[in-house]
Structure formats: C-alpha cells, structure tokens
C-alpha cells in the first residue's frame, strides 16, 4: 500500500463537499443531521486515501476532525451482514477509547445493526464479552486490552479490513510500541 502524510495547514480556497467523496447516502444523512457542512483540511486529505485503502499518517490539532477524517471513509467499508470486527482502532487511554467509539457511534448511526465496542482495562470482561460473542463490527480498544481479549481467544482478528492508530505519538511515548507490534503481527 502506498503512504500518504498530511498535516492539517489551512487551506481556505477549499469549496470540497462531503459528497465529493463518494460516501454513502447513509454516511452523508448522519453528517448532515450533525451539522457537518465542508470537510476539514484533514478530512479533505483523508478521506479519499482511507476510502481507498492507502496507509495515511495524518496529523491535526486537536478539534479538527481526525475521527472523522478516518473513520466515516472505514465506515463506509464494513460489512454489515458480517457480524466480526472488521475495524480495530488502538487508542493510548480508556477515555480516548470510549471518545473515539461513541464518535464512530454517531458517524454510524445510519448503518442499520451496526455496532461497536470500547474495550479497556478498568472495565469487567463480562461487559466486553457479551457485545463480542453476539458480534460488533468495530472495536476500540487500549492495546493492553485488546491484547488480553486477543490471548484468550475472545477477539478474533481474522476479517479485519482496517487497523487504526489513534494518537499513535502518544501511543509510542507511553511505552506501547511492544503491545502494537504483537497485535499487528496477529
């Protein structure tokens, strides 16, 4: 796959639409009815190298839409007769985790059956484990977590289609370069 970098400069010039896109109607409902008029420059960036299956290291200041700009385009290629994770994103901190998952939530609320789960420590397996036995399509997790469920043979990753990073730098800075490696590795 090639790799594409972005870093979100202004670019004031931009008229480009969500539906230059070729998002799905259902995707473009839901940003409509949150209130999203133009792309970002991130997601402007973004979207189309995600929708198309590119790696892309993307960075933005905080409140730019980053979420957005990975998530609406891994959205639109899920599988929802599938009920498997099909979406893995790594987050460094249960709150990211449960932030970036109900923002996934929200982009995917006109995807009919549609689910996703946050797992992190902190939180009883019991709860993580119900949601994945009936089936989620995506999952949010801290890399301690995800690698937990993944050992026990809880989380299995055979039909993921996409693998996010999330606040990788941050990521890398807490010492979980060993945990992303061994869950990309499965």
């Keep these: 796959m090639s790799e594409n970098k972005t870093d979100n400069k202004p670019d004031n010039k931009s008229q480009a639409k969500f539906s230059d896109f070729g998002l799905s109607d259902s995707i473009l409902k839901v940003l409509d009815s949150i209130g999203y008029e133009t792309p970002s420059p991130i997601q402007e960036q973004c979207i189309t190298h995600a929708f198309n299956g590119e790696d892309i290291i993307g960075q933005a200041q905080t409140g730019t839409g980053k979420t957005a700009a990975f998530a609406l385009p891994l959205l639109d290629n899920i599988d929802l007769s ?3 994770p099909q979406l893995l994103i ?9 932030q970036v998952s109900e923002a996934v939530q929200t982009y995917a609320r006109g995807l009919k059956g549609f689910h ?3 797992i992190y420590g902190g939180q009883s397996y019991d709860v993580q484990l119900r949601p994945l036995k ?10 301690g977590r995800v690698m ?6 809880t989380l299995k990753l055979d039909n993921i289609k996409s ?12 010492g979980f370069i060993d945990d992303i490696k ?3 590795e499965r």
Excluded: C, Q, S, Y
């Design 116 to 118: 996703v789960l946050p």
């Design 148 to 153: 937990d469920h993944i050992k026990k043979g």
């Design 134 to 143: 009936r089936g989620v399509h995506a999952v949010v997790g801290t890399p």
């Design 182 to 184: 061994w869950v990309m």
């Design 90 to 98: 790594l987050a460094p901190t249960r709150e990211l985790a449960i």
């Design 82 to 84: 599938l009920n498997a």
């Design 163 to 174: 693998f996010v990073l999330d606040e990788a730098d941050e990521m890398l800075k807490m």
